[in-house]
């Protein structure tokens, strides 16, 4: 069994920072891609920033420029440095990634969910 443990999230004020963490454990042979998607009340669910097995990465207009996503292959985590916070950014923000585990079965998974709020 696989899976995907969130943690970081919090309250924080207009213009602070946050660290989001995203651990995958269990059977993994590989991590093929890494990503947070994000959603807000009444909004759909909406990419924010993935990484790919070469180090390539991908973020929304919305967050380029303050946010920074980055993996760490040894602990099989990735992370999302959030800086500049703004109260548009308040979401549940979910962790995902394709994984080849170790029976060579090829899965995608879904953190449960970390909420971030900014708000004076």
């Known amino acids: 069994q696989v899976q995907l443990v969130e943690s970081g999230g919090g309250l924080v004020q207009p213009g602070g920072s946050l660290r989001l963490s995203c651990a995958a454990t269990?059977?993994?042979?590989?991590?093929?891609?890494m990503a947070w998607y994000r959603q807000a009340p009444g909004k759909e669910r909406e990419l924010v920033a993935a990484?790919?097995?070469?180090?390539?990465?991908n973020y929304a207009d919305s967050v380029k420029g303050r946010f920074t996503i980055s993996r760490d292959n040894a602990k099989n985590t990735v992370y999302l440095q959030m800086n500049s916070l703004k109260p548009e950014d308040t979401a549940v923000y979910y962790c995902?990634?394709?994984?080849?585990?170790?029976?060579?079965?090829?899965?995608?998974?879904w953190g449960q969910g970390t909420l971030v709020t900014v708000s004076s």
């Open positions: 269990g059977n993994i042979f590989s991590i093929k891609t």
């Open positions: 995902n990634s394709r994984i080849l585990t170790t029976t060579r079965s090829q899965v995608e998974l």
């Open positions: 990484i790919s097995s070469s180090s390539s990465t």
